[in-house]
């Protein structure tokens, strides 16, 4: 009896968490839609299963692809194990369209913060993609930056109005023309950005910030102005590039993909003449989940989160394409 109970319990937990009421004589294959409230649920929902490290209280559907840091694991493994607390850094975006909810906060592994981006796919009220990237205060100091990541900026969590809201295709090529931008970058743009785009990258602003980085010059300017000087022509290939969210009323495109350094270029110049070095002098590659605001028809922020992982290391999930 007391198995029947416990079994009996975590049904209505995860009932309770997909959201699976429904009309009666509806059968699974006629669940509605999930909305923005039903995907920011299941995201609320995995991030307290998570805390608790404990799956079971989740919605799986019968085949999940689970990744953490581009590395596929079994559902449990990986953070599930480490994680116990999580901050009220909260930015999410929703596409209901395709299922698809993303968050970027932070997160604590035995009292220790590190910056999580996670995405989610929910098909018929289950989980059944879960893509993680978690860095973590050993890899590529100064990130992640913890004590600047404390609360979303106004801009990434306000509603772009009806007016200014860029279709969708629009919105998949100004993010990628941002990547384009940085590939072998030589000043020329293939994207386009707001006066006053800034750029967060793993809590820390890379953008309008000498403070933070008295002796990185290029970090006095503003998005557009930094790529305009040349700064990141070491960023030989932006590779497998994905965007499997389009937030429209957010005007939110999370992009999935890796930077590859050869590590070949060490002395260049800015497209002004100013002298300047490769960060990269061995190969190199990040794995990164990114997010575009876009507003009117440009880029108006940027917020990534990055981990290293080995050089052109393969991409566990399929692009659109192959699918």
Excluded at 56 to 80: C, I, K, M, Y
Aim: with cysteine; net charge negative.
């Amino acid at each position: 009896m007391r198995t029947i109970a416990a079994a009996l319990a975590l049904a209505v937990v995860a009932s309770h968490a997909a959201g699976t009421a429904r009309e009666p004589g509806m059968n699974s294959n006629q669940l509605p839609r999930c909305d923005r409230a039903c995907l920011y649920g299941f995201a609320d929902q995995y991030l307290a299963a998570l805390v608790k490290k404990d799956p079971s209280r989740l919605p799986w559907a019968d085949h999940v692809v689970f990744t953490e840091n581009s590395v596929q694991l079994a559902v449990g493994d990986g953070a599930w194990n480490t994680v116990d607390g999580k901050r009220d850094y909260d930015l999410k975006m929703a596409d209901p369209s395709g299922g698809q909810v993303a968050w970027f906060g932070v997160i604590e592994e035995h009292g220790v913060p590190a910056i999580m981006a996670l995405r989610l796919k929910i098909v018929n009220r289950r989980i059944a993609e879960v893509e993680s990237i978690i860095t973590r205060k050993v890899e590529n100091s100064p990130f992640p930056s913890i004590d600047t990541y404390v609360t979303p900026r106004p801009l990434m969590l306000a509603d772009v109005p009806p007016a200014q809201r860029t279709p969708r295709a629009r919105m998949i090529s100004l993010a990628d023309g941002y990547f384009d931008t940085l590939q072998l970058n030589d000043g020329k743009l293939f994207t386009q950005f707001t006066d006053n785009c800034d750029r967060v990258e793993n809590g820390l602003q890379t953008t309008h910030n000498v403070k933070a980085f008295p002796n990185y010059p290029i970090a006095a300017f503003g998005c557009r102005e930094q790529f305009e000087k040349g700064q990141y022509k070491y960023d030989d290939r932006l590779r497998h590039r994905r965007f499997p969210l389009v937030d429209e009323e957010k005007g939110l495109v999370l992009a999935g993909g890796f930077i590859d350094h050869k590590g070949k270029l060490v002395d260049f110049t800015w497209t002004d003449g100013t002298p300047a070095k490769s960060l990269y002098h061995s190969p190199h590659s990040y794995a990164l989940l990114e997010a575009f605001k876009i507003v009117d028809g440009r880029i108006a922020g940027v917020e990534a989160v990055f981990v290293d992982v080995p050089y052109h290391m393969p991409s566990p999930w399929p692009l659109e394409e192959e699918q």
